[in-house]
């Protein structure tokens, strides 16, 4: 499979906490995306780094990017009840083409 | 910003028949449009890459004579089921690239139910 990975699956935090997601990549990138998606609805964009970029903040979230060892991380700080969903990273390539990754199902208990 | 309508949201369907579904930029043109698929509790897998004025290109497994695509303007792309199976029962999202600033935008998803 194409596909990244993604850990952990599964996150379970309390409100107030902060979720870190980490997400693997199979080949060579312009920029990783990630993603949120509700229950059985569309995506929603979050952030996007380049690949020439290590950091990128937005909000509470926090991306970083490691193009060597072709990973990225999502930090959401703060976490709050509304923030459970699934979230998904995605390679991109400059022409627009995503790989995703499978996903981290977040949940945050008020 | 710039939207993208996916219509129907959701369809059901009896085996064998076909199903259209429309991709659509409302404020701006889009030369490139990708096709995703989802299944209950997996991620997005791309189907279809589709470009303005041309064949749409298909990624390994996907077969073209079943999942027929025509991207026919700057602000349309179509994807047709054909002969739809229960197991083609999934989510299918497009996505589409401005021509101008080269920003992806996702519609909201077209969920296809095949009885």
């Known amino acids: 499979s194409q596909q990244g990975e993604e850990d952990p699956q599964a996150l379970s935090i309390q409100e107030g906490e902060n979720a870190t997601m980490n997400c693997s990549y199979k080949t060579s990138i312009n920029n990783l995306q990630w993603y949120r998606q509700n229950s059985g609805r569309g995506l929603v964009h979050l952030i996007l780094?380049?690949?020439?970029?290590r950091e990128k903040h937005s909000g509470r979230l926090r991306v970083t990017l490691d193009t060597s060892k072709k990973s990225s991380s999502l930090l959401i700080t703060a976490s709050r009840a509304a923030d459970t969903a699934s979230y998904f990273c995605?390679?991109?390539?400059?022409?627009?083409?995503?790989?995703f990754g499978q996903g981290t199902i977040l949940t945050v208990h008020p | 910003g710039a939207v993208v309508s996916q219509h129907p949201s959701w369809v059901i369907c009896k085996s064998g028949t076909s199903v259209k579904i429309e991709c659509r930029s409302l404020?701006?043109?889009?030369?490139?449009m990708f096709w995703y698929r989802q299944f209950p509790k997996q991620s997005l897998m791309l189907m279809a890459t589709?470009?303005?004025?041309?064949?749409?290109?298909?990624e390994q497994g996907v077969e073209k004579d079943k999942f027929l695509i025509n991207h026919a303007s700057l602000t349309l792309s179509t994807l047709t089921v054909t002969s739809a199976h229960p197991e083609d029962s999934s989510f299918y999202i497009c996505s589409a690239r401005s021509r101008f600033s080269g920003e992806l935008f996702f519609g909201e998803g077209s969920r296809l139910t095949v009885l």
């Open positions: 780094i380049r690949s020439n970029e």
């Open positions: 995605a390679s991109g390539t400059s022409y627009g083409k995503l790989t």
């Open positions: 404020d701006f043109q889009a030369t490139t």
């Open positions: 589709s470009n303005e004025g041309s064949k749409a290109t298909y």
